[in-house]
């Protein structure tokens, strides 16, 4: 049984950072292209950023520059690192295969930026 279990959400002031984690289990993890996607509440879910089993990273373009994507294969976990946050970064943030899957999408963690 695929898992894919996202935390590190939280409530945070307008330029500040967040780090967000995803632990997957149930899946050869090491294979897969990974990504962190959101959903801000009336909007479709979008990807943020995407990593290839290999480590290059891609980015949507509201986010380049402020976060980092990044991977380890030997724990099974992909991070997003959030800095200089905005109010339009509040969403649920998810974690997926990349493409996504359906069968795969977790809770999602809270992320909440005031202004």
């Known amino acids: 049984q695929v898992q894919l279990v996202e935390s590190g959400g939280g409530l945070v002031q307008a330029g500040g950072s967040l780090r967000l984690s995803c632990a997957a289990s149930?899946?050869?993890?090491?294979?897969?292209?990974m990504g962190w996607y959101r959903q801000a509440p009336g909007k479709q879910r979008e990807l943020v950023a995407a990593?290839?089993?290999?480590?290059?990273?891609n980015y949507a373009d509201s986010v380049k520059g402020r976060f980092t994507i990044s991977r380890d294969n030997a724990k099974n976990i992909i991070d997003l690192q959030m800095n200089s946050l905005k109010p339009e970064d509040t969403a649920v943030y998810f974690c997926?295969?990349?493409?996504?899957?359906?069968?795969?999408w977790g809770q999602g963690t809270q992320v909440t930026v005031s202004a």
């Open positions: 990593i290839a089993s290999g480590g290059s990273t």
């Open positions: 149930g899946i050869i993890f090491r294979i897969y292209a």
């Open positions: 997926n295969t990349h493409p996504s899957l359906s069968a795969y």
